[in-house]
């Protein structure tokens, strides 16, 4: 599925997060990586909807306001 449109959450505890949204319909699409950002995160759907939960290793970075790519929603146009 198409993932461009989407909104992106910053979380403390991955595992607890997945297993909340699943309790409201999201389905996970799939996990991934950034080892060198120390990020990991998932993508979820619930129908239209998208979702990525996003982790930082160092649960600090939720106070920088300069990180905004925990704290960010993508919204796809087909013209500008």
Same mark, same amino acid.
């Given at each position: ?21 699943? /309790?409201?319909? @999201?389905?996970? %699409? ?12 998932? =993508?979820?759907?619930? /129908?239209?909807? @998208?979702?990525? %939960? ?12 300069? =990180? ?13």
């Amino acid at each position: 599925k198409n993932m461009k449109s989407h909104f992106a959450i910053a979380v403390i505890d991955l595992d607890k997060s997945i297993k909340f949204y699943q /309790k409201l319909g @999201f389905k996970l %699409l799939g996990k991934w990586q950034h080892p060198e950002h120390q990020l990991h995160g998932v =993508n979820m759907d619930r /129908k239209d909807l @998208f979702l990525e %939960l996003i982790h930082h290793a160092d649960n600090n970075q939720y106070s920088y306001p300069d =990180n905004l790519i925990s704290l960010h929603i993508a919204v796809e146009v087909d013209n500008i």
